[in-house]
């Protein structure tokens, strides 16, 4: 048991670790641009998703939808990363106005794993709570299921950049976790410079 730990304790510094986070700041987007040339312009909100079948995937995409203009207004840019292709990508960031959002497709999750988000397990995918809040997502807010393509224990998270470096952060406890998009990407009440 205590190997186990420690083992966990070591593959999770490795892939936190300020080098490898560095190197995933290398991804680009569909513009060409990197994650860490965008966050030297004004910070970014890195949003990572699940996959595009999901419903809270969806229901993340909605919020983004709503919160964005609040979001852009305080100086932030929202930056998408998600494993699909470029096509299927834009055919669900259109229906929720998003498909000029920059985004990075990352299919082998090497960006996840290097802020630190791993595959989740299956309380956190399909826990009682996750199971009431996917059926009410489905029926009562419209957002559907749709295929399970990539990845669907890949967890989710969030972090605002500045410059290179995590200000704000959150990472899912479970796959229906709903955070703030608008309170993480003020970044604790720090100002910034519109562009």
């Not at 699940?50 to 909605?62: I, K, M, Q």
């Not at 399909?126 to 393509?149: A, C, N, Q």
């Not at 989710?156 to 995590?166: E, K, R, T």
Request: proline content about 4%.
């Amino acid at each position: 048991v205590l190997k186990a730990a420690y083992d966990q304790f070591v593959g999770a510094r490795r892939v936190c670790s300020p080098e490898i986070q560095r190197m995933a700041l290398r991804a680009k987007t569909q513009h060409g641009v990197s994650l860490d040339e965008l966050s030297r312009l004004s910070p970014i909100l890195v949003v990572f998703l699940r996959h595009f079948g999901c419903p809270f995937c969806r229901e993340t995409l909605d919020d983004l939808r709503q919160q964005r203009a609040s979001i852009e207004q305080g100086g932030t840019r929202i930056v998408l990363v998600h494993m699909s292709d470029s096509q299927e990508a834009n055919d669900v960031l259109q229906r929720y106005q998003l498909q000029n959002v920059d985004r990075v497709s990352d299919p082998q999750q090497t960006v996840y794993k290097a802020f630190g988000l791993s595959r989740g397990r299956l309380g956190e995918i399909l826990g009682p709570k996750e199971w009431w809040h996917g059926v009410r997502t489905i029926l009562f807010e419209g957002h559907g299921l749709g295929l399970l393509r990539e990845d669907i224990f890949q967890m989710p998270g969030a972090f605002l950049l500045f410059h290179g470096q995590v200000l704000n952060s959150y990472r899912h406890q479970t796959a229906s976790d709903r955070p703030n998009y608008l309170e993480l990407a003020s970044g604790g009440g720090m100002m910034f410079p519109t562009r």
